[in-house]
């Protein structure tokens, strides 16, 4: 099985442009959750949807916004980008939401935002 | 949610086990511990996890206390592809699932020739 898939692998902007990530989960996962990791405040979750829906959300911004496709693929977007947004942005599958079920996550969009 | 304390950092020789531990003194009855880990640039990867008994896969065995109050890693023939940080995460359940976890500091190891 394939794992899950994120792209593109690395990206640079600029300050107060946007931008959209793509993840693809693993075959048959429902659930995809995105995280953003920096040096200083470590990995955070941002949002998680499951079946086209954002079950939770994390504390972030509004310029933090997502979607889910009805195949299950996700797209994380950034709206007017600031510098603190750079980042190595994740994206984590799982087959279900139980407790029971292991995320998994994929390699990572690195954002620099000069 | 639950909190997990791990030490920043643990030393091991090549071929020696890795014992890496973890305290979730707080932890609840239905909430798993999960263990990751994370090589330099990548995604984290999943390791194992477990509820109350101990748990063995083909990376690793879990160690979990009976008051599962804490738990330990254990990697049975280290190798240096095992330098990682290793994340100890309690799972917890909260509105629409589980699927929120928090990640604290991690344990940095390092596997040494």
């Known amino acids: 099985k394939a794992g899950v898939t994120q792209t593109p692998r690395y990206l640079i902007k600029t300050r107060g442009q946007q931008v959209t990530l793509s993840c693809s989960p693993i075959?048959?996962?429902?659930?995809v959750s995105w995280y953003q990791q920096t040096p200083g405040q470590g990995l955070q979750f941002l949002f998680e949807?499951?079946?086209?829906?954002?079950?939770n959300k994390g504390n972030f911004p509004g310029r933090f916004s997502g979607r889910q496709f009805s195949n299950s693929r996700s797209e994380m977007n950034v709206s007017t980008l600031e510098l603190g947004d750079s980042a190595l942005y994740l994206c984590a599958s799982s087959g279900g939401t139980g407790g029971n079920s292991p995320l998994h996550f994929g390699n990572g969009t690195r954002l620099t935002v000069t | 949610d639950a909190k997990t304390t791990q030490p920043p950092s643990m030393d091991c020789a090549e071929g020696r086990a890795a014992n890496l531990p973890c305290n979730h003194s707080?932890?609840?009855?239905?909430?798993?511990v999960y263990w990751y880990r994370q090589i330099h640039s990548q995604g984290p990867q999943y390791i194992i996890h477990?509820?109350?008994n101990n748990e063995t896969n083909e990376m690793a065995s879990l160690i979990i206390t009976e008051d599962r109050k804490s738990s330990t890693l254990i990697l049975p023939h280290a190798t240096l592809r095992d330098t990682a940080v290793y994340y100890c995460i309690v799972r917890v359940a909260i509105s629409g699932g589980y699927n929120k976890l928090i990640f604290g500091a991690g344990t940095r190891l390092a596997v040494h020739p």
């Open positions: 075959s048959g996962h429902r659930s």
């Open positions: 707080t932890i609840s009855g239905n909430e798993y």
């Open positions: 477990g509820l109350k």
């Open positions: 949807y499951f079946s086209e829906t954002q079950r």
